[in-house]
């Protein structure tokens, strides 16, 4: 089975400060997607960063990177230069035919 | 770019009722639709996976009598509550993959389910 742990529940940073969001997950397969989700108070799912298993070279989306280590099954997302509309809850999902998704972290930009 | 479409996006019935929820992909085929549910605070549980033309796969504890889903068209998958209860009270949103495997996965917009 697989399972995505996200252990920060809240998190909160001032604007313009870099934050790391963690994520540890466990499966047996050996080729599958990761992925980082956004869900602000509308509720819409929003991707902001993919990852393939089998790329080896981290992810990057402006400002967001991720730190992908295959091999300890860790995919922790940074958010660089951090702006009000980051403020979202923020989900942690990997799967090969389908997601399982982390308990996800709730992080606050403060002006 | 690719969307999904997902009505209503909210609903409120009584106790006992039937709703209905669809789940449209409006410029690609989806041959498969992923149904989750959320509830408050917490983080989306896959409930089943529709497939075009065949049953869906119900994950483990979800009641396939309850919640029915059918896969009408490469375009359309419906969820529907039946017998509905205020513990079905919940989020729950619809993805699709626009192509095999799960690299460009789409979300509906979700739909505010509240039983009386």
């Known amino acids: 089975a697989q399972t995505v742990t996200q252990s920060q529940p809240e998190m909160s940073v001032q604007e313009a400060e870099t934050v790391t969001l963690s994520c540890t997950y466990d499966t047996s397969e050996n080729n599958y997607y990761l992925f980082w989700y956004k869900q602000p108070p509308s509720r819409q799912m929003i991707l902001v960063i993919r990852q393939e298993a089998y790329k080896q070279q981290n992810a990057t989306e402006n400002r967001f990177s991720v730190n992908f280590q295959k091999a300890a099954k860790s995919f922790s997302l940074k958010i660089s230069d951090s702006q009000l509309g980051d403020t979202a809850m923020y989900f942690c999902?990997?799967?090969?035919?389908?997601?399982?998704f982390g308990q996800g972290t709730r992080l606050t930009i403060n002006p | 770019g690719a969307v999904v479409s997902q009505h209503p996006s909210r609903v409120i019935c009584k106790s006992g009722t039937s709703v209905k929820i669809e789940c449209r992909s409006l410029?690609?085929?989806?041959?498969?639709m992923f149904w989750y549910r959320q509830f408050p605070k917490q983080s989306l549980m896959l409930m089943a996976t529709?497939?075009?033309?065949?049953?869906?796969?119900?994950e483990q504890g979800v009641e396939k009598d309850k919640f029915l889903i059918n896969h009408a068209s490469l375009t359309l998958s419906t969820l529907t509550v039946t017998s509905a209860h205020p513990e079905d009270s919940s989020f729950y949103i619809c993805s699709a993959p626009r192509d095999r495997g799960l690299e460009k996965l789409f979300f509906g917009s979700g739909t505010q389910l509240s039983v009386l």
């Open positions: 529709s497939n075009e033309g065949s049953k869906a796969t119900y």
């Open positions: 410029d690609f085929q989806a041959t498969t």
């Open positions: 999902t990997m799967g090969a035919q389908k997601l399982v």
